[in-house]
């Protein structure tokens, strides 16, 4: 039956309360299947997701969420209980239990954990339904196609490709998760989704930031200027028991996919008190569930009578030595493994340092233990370390700069040394200067492997600058020389502090124990208020003076190179 009277979209106008500083934000990561535990991939969504909340919590951008959990229903989910011989409740249960233990491990900041088998949940997911119909955006009809289970997806011929098995028997299969298919015919409800086509284009249009990195932005646009089908979003309840029914019609149950996305607006208290944070939400999903967030999903939620989501960061996967994660290939990589043999911020580093979103990235153990021990380990541990080493400062406190060794000067190409600087320290210092704002540049755009890049040379840097200067070599009985020791302790303790100030959202326990060294206050480790070099601009620094923090023991400690380690998880 077609309704004709489709609501379609207004332009959408950004609401008064979701615009400038001090706004809210729903940040979120993807629900995890639970039908396995997780594994490095689902760990890398999460950290992005996470290092996003911590970023902007400390730039007190205002009041954020994060939220994260398992999918639960659902084909997929039904077959692999099946297989496992227990039920669908008692597996989710399980490895919803994992997903929770492996994010708390990994510091992942979340402040929302969602399982769609909760009766909010449940609850939201009925209203919504009752919105779309209500809303005319529904309709029954005969639904056939090719459908494929591992990804809960009708799929259409474009997407479908041929495989031979063993036994020469072709199978079509799908070109993108390699999974069978099968041909399905159905009565379902439909979702008027080829009515959207002009308002979603439009939507994108008026908000070129809405995905990013732009490459998949343009690849939405593309699918917009093709053929886009009508939604079949319900299934029989014949074939799947383990999923929500639909509203006054028990025979169907609610397509796994509209289920799973409206667990952003469940988190939210929808449909009573998501307006206060609905639509400034930061959805971080991988590549493969693009479709379903930047179409489906916007799509949807007009449907609804509700905006579509303001952001959505898109990243890439990761492959082992190459080859794709598969359980079947037995190269699964596991979190908990991973946390254990190179510490929890040793991963996290790696993951955020390396994982480029635009692009699938490798992981292979020897590349992990080389970054974190350069970058980690030996420059900025390192630095630390020679800094405040007892026989370099044997006060055991934050140095005082001196005016008359590091003079200010406005153009230091070409001027002859005032004081002890030489030109490529007042480079140097620019360059660390700058360093703030380039960070949330690159948070605001999704590069934060950009950001620790920067972050990283600047480390380097500072290294040189000490090495150049060779501190230990100065008299510290001679007055001269005590005024140029400490310059040389001081700018490189501001910078560490500047270090470990922006390196929070990435590796919180080495930056609370860097800072804690340095004796910065809780209070004084937010990002929006963070100075560098203060009295090199004649104001005052209020760490200058103070006692140093009690723990003097290593920041991070080297990782041991070994191909023993078994990281990869065999068959569960
Ligand atoms: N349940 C759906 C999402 C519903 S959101 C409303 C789902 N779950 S998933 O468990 O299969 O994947 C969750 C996330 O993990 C996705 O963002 C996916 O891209 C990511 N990854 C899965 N394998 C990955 C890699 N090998 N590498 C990086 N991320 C990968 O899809």
Known sequence: MLRSSLRLPQPFRRAASTAGPGRRLLLSTPIFYANGPPHIGHLYSALLADALHRHR???GAGPSRLSTGTDEHGLKIQQAAAAAGTSPPELCARISAL??????????????FIRTSEPRHCQAVCHFWAALQDRGALYKGTYEGWYCTAEEGFLPESQLTERVDAQGCAHKVSVESGHEVHWTKE???MFKLSAFQDPLQKWLRDNPRAISPEPFYQRVLCWLGEDLPDLSISRERSRLQWGIPVPRDPTQTIYVWVDALVNYLSVLGYPESHGEWWPAAHHVVGKDILRFHAVYWPA?????????PERIFVHSHWTVRGQKMSKSLGNVIDPFACNERYTVD????????????ERDCDYYDEKVVKIVNSELADALGGLLNRSTAPGINPSNTYPCFSETCFPKVV???????????AAEDYEFVVSVASLPLQVAGYFDHFQIYKALECIALCVRQTNGFFQRHKPWKLDRKDPAEKLWLDTILHVTLECLRVYGTLLQPVIPHTADKLLSRLAVEPEERGISGLTFLPRYNGKPCPFEGRQLGPDTGVLFHRLEKSSQHQIERKRL
């Open 57 to 59: 919590g400390l730039r």
């Open 99 to 112: 997903f929770h233990q492996a994010f708390t491990q990994a510091a992942i900041s979340f402040t929302d």
């Open 187 to 189: 009565e379902n409800y």
């Open 300 to 308: 949807l939620l007009m449907a609804a009578g509700l905006s579509p």
């Open 346 to 357: 040793g991963f996290r580093y790696f993951l955020l340092r390396q994982g480029v979103p």
């Open 411 to 421: 153009d230091y190409r070409g001027t002859e040394a005032l004081g002890r600087a």
